[in-house]
């Protein structure tokens, strides 16, 4: 089931922002079979973590400026972000080990034009 999320942020820093004043305060850095949190030492595989936020975001001024930020929850409660630039993790995750497999598919968002669902 693909995340839909109709983005009402005019930039990246925004909705950090905003998604930060409601309580995603946690950083996040994608490895290749967890989700790191430095802040609080732990490492999140894909079973203990849910996206409940996605929101896509074009550069103005150069397609390397795309990016995607990801509002996380983990099991034990832990809110935070991560973001990601457009393809750049995708070719870097091995779907040759189970984990790393649940890893991309926790990633892999398909944005389909809520008129045709």
Known sequence: MPIIHDNPYES???AI???KSKGYDHDFNQKEEYLECKQNNNNYRPENF?????????????????S?????????????LLVDAY????DSLS????T????IEKF????EDPDEV
């Open 68 to 80: 995607v930020l990801y509002g996380i929850e983990a099991g034990d409660g832990t809110k935070g």
């Open 100 to 103: 790393a497999s649940r890893m």
């Open 108 to 111: 892999r968002v398909e944005y």
């Open 50 to 66: 849910k996206i409940t936020h996605t929101y896509r975001f074009e550069g103005m001024s150069s397609t390397g400026d795309n």
């Open 17 to 19: 922002e905003d998604l």
């Open 95 to 98: 779907e040759e080990k189970d």
């Open 12 to 14: 990246l820093s925004f």
């Open 87 to 90: 393809g750049v993790y995708a």
